[in-house]
Nanobody, 126 residues
């Protein structure tokens, strides 16, 4: 059983930055694919970024956030981060941390994740 707890959401002006954290319980954390999703009101849950530990940590991003958001993970601290820069009003959503045992495909599909955090609200004002 893995439990995930997000923190770091809040209200920020457009162009600003926020850093989200997701602390995971359970081991071994390094064998899990960790990802961030978001869901805006009336919209489906959207893949944002994933960090997968192979021989090295590989990261993947949705086109909508590429170049602005950075996912990172600290396997020693069982924590994954999402650094969000140049925030836009359309980034407003509830952000969720998700985890699953690493597989060779499907990292961007929310249906492939077994573990979810409770979500943290990010609001970007114009």
């Amino acid at each position: 059983q893995v439990q995930l707890m997000e923190s770091g959401g809040g209200l920020v002006q457009a162009g600003g930055s926020l850093r989200l954290s997701c602390a995971a319980s359970g081991r071994p954390f390094s064998t899990y694919t960790m990802a961030w999703f978001r869901q805006a009101p009336g919209k489906e849950r959207e893949f944002i970024a994933a960090a997968i530990t192979w021989n090295e940590i590989r990261t993947y991003y949705a086109d909508s956030v590429k170049g602005r958001f950075t996912i990172s993970r600290d396997n020693a601290k069982n924590t994954v981060y999402l650094q969000m820069n140049s925030l836009k009003p359309e980034d407003t959503a509830v952000y969720y941390c998700a985890g699953r045992l690493t597989e060779s495909s499907g990292y961007s599909s929310s249906q492939r994740y077994m573990y979810w955090g409770q979500g943290t609200q990010v609001t970007v004002s114009s």
